[in-house]
């Protein structure tokens, strides 16, 4: 099946520290943007002319900006506490995976042109030219880091690797050398309202099919409104889940949930959309103008709340991001949160008698939890510290009639990526996927060998897409990943 090695998994997560294979993952870079990707978004067509000036002008720009980027670049001590928790660098052994080493590609271009010593010493002080080669390491490095924040927790001076990533993207994209993914979809999400591309009547239609399968089902008339005025809760979900598995599972069981509760909701066919991957090239400009489609169809709409279904790095942007880019929210309801997780709302409503579940509909189920990265390390749930790590168990447990953790250092605020995160879910780039995803599954084998796990629960639509499509690389069945309110969906007692 793939025209590169599989790693081999060891039986001990988190601990094997591979062979340093040089220059390995080299030849892996993603496509680059074409110009019909690049000029809706304001970047130019194609590298410019005289790029390094502008890479460079663009890099003096988001120093002033941001505080914390010059901060990450100037305090790193080359201690090496980063050097063997990044996903990439313990799936392929390529030293330039190494945070650190990742970190010292953007930073020694910073010392040679923004700091006195770089200027004066060059190379004697880790400061070099930008030049070619230097760029075309970036675009291959930089887009095999998925911004997961792993390496910032054991760093002793909390670098974010992942925000230096994100710079790297930003100044790529002002000069014409933005990733054809991130782009792509972002485009498409200021053209048609979501990822995929999926226009309004044919999102209505399967929604409509997703209430005739659910009536068919169940004999309940569950509904899955579109564009509805007036009514509760504006769900913003990621577009996967209105036709992919296991995603869709997930839809249905936020509706069951709505339905059971009486409370009424709508999806918006303008704002279809939870992903934000602004977060992934870097560019606060387009984190706004995506952000600020839920504004305005949350406002015509007239909803009192809104609330976003299971997307990690959406999540992350609404919990930590939402208010600042497109808030004030005055207009809303201001008994609830702005914004809720889907899974606060369920979890809620179990805990004060308002819907009922069922474990035996689960049973021969023994579930475990990834925590997906953008919830575990780049936002919180519910009002306790903590609540991204224990709500998502809670509600498993509520679901099924077992659940075990896997290993305690690939779990909660230490949880691998999937591999696939921060704009890297494309086919383009698999064998970074693969070999990206090791360390999460073999933490995830040794509970399936050691405490008969059946199924991997997941809170986030690219961790759901990416183990679909790697797992069965290290023979394990794609259905064994499920979605948390797929989970909800089986369990719950409606009437
Ligand atoms: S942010 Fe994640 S992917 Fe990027 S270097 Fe750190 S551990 Fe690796
Ligand atoms: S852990 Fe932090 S200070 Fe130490 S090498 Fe890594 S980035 Fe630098």
Request: hydrophobic share 40%.
């Amino acid at each position: 099946m793939a025209k590169f090695e599989v790693p081999v998994l060891s039986e001990e997560p988190a601990r094997d520290i591979p062979e340093i294979q040089a220059g390995v993952m080299a030849h892996s870079r993603p496509f680059l943007a074409k110009p019909e990707h690049n000029k809706p978004l304001g970047f130019p067509d194609a590298l410019v002319d005289h790029w390094q000036e502008k890479a460079l002008g663009r890099m003096g720009s988001l120093l002033k900006r941001f505080r914390s980027l010059r901060v990450f670049l100037d305090s790193c001590v080359k201690c090496g506490a980063c050097t063997d928790k990044c996903h990439y660098f313990l799936g392929t052994g390529d030293p330039k995976n190494m945070p650190v080493a990742r970190q010292d590609l953007l930073r020694s271009v910073y010392r040679r042109y923004f700091t006195l010593p770089g200027k004066s010493f060059g190379p004697f002080v880790g400061a070099n030219d930008l030049t070619q080669e230097t760029l075309e390491e970036w675009y291959t490095y930089f887009h095999q880091c998925s911004q997961c924040r792993r390496c910032s927790v054991f760093c002793p001076y909390g670098i974010d690797t992942a925000e230096i990533s994100m710079a790297a993207r930003d100044i790529m994209d002002h000069i014409g050398y933005g990733q054809k993914y991130c782009n792509e979809i972002i485009t498409k999400v200021h053209k048609i309202g979501n990822n995929l591309g999926l226009p309004g009547p044919a999102l209505a239609d399967t929604l409509m099919g997703l209430e005739e399968d659910v009536h068919q089902e169940t004999g309940h008339d569950v509904k899955f409104p579109l564009d509805v005025e007036g009514v509760d809760v504006l769900l913003i979900t990621p577009s996967a889940d209105f036709f992919a598995e296991p995603h869709v599972d997930g839809l249905v069981g936020y509706a069951k949930v709505f339905h059971q509760a009486g409370v009424s909701w709508t999806v918006s066919s303008y704002a279809s959309e939870a992903a934000n991957f602004g977060l992934f090239i870097g560019s606060y400009e387009q984190m706004y103008k995506v952000a600020n489609r839920i504004r305005k169809a949350a406002y015509d709409l007239k909803v009192k709340r809104i609330i976003f279904g299971e997307c990690g790095h959406a999540w992350r942007v609404a919990y930590s991001f939402l208010n600042t880019l497109a808030g004030p929210w005055d207009f809303l309801d201001k008994d609830y949160p702005v914004p809720q997780h889907i899974i606060e709302f369920t979890t809620d409503l179990i805990q004060r008698g308002g819907i009922k579940l069922d474990r035996s509909a689960n049973e021969n189920m023994v579930v475990t939890l990834h925590d997906s990265c953008n919830v575990a390390r780049g936002a919180r749930m519910g009002a306790v510290p903590g609540g991204q790590f224990t709500l998502p168990r809670d509600l498993i447990k509520a679901c099924v009639p077992q659940y075990v953790d896997m290993h305690p250092d690939t779990i909660n605020e230490k949880t691998f990526c999937c591999g696939g995160g921060g704009g890297l879910l494309t086919d383009d780039l698999m064998e970074l996927r693969v070999k990206g995803a090791k360390p999460r599954v073999e933490a995830l084998k040794q509970v399936m060998t050691q405490a008969g796990v059946t199924h991997l629960a997941s809170l986030c639509a690219i961790c759901k897409s990416q183990f679909t499509k790697i797992l069965p690389y290290y023979d394990i069945e794609m259905d064994a990943v499920v979605s948390v309110h797929g989970l909800v969906s089986k369990a719950i007692l409606l009437g």
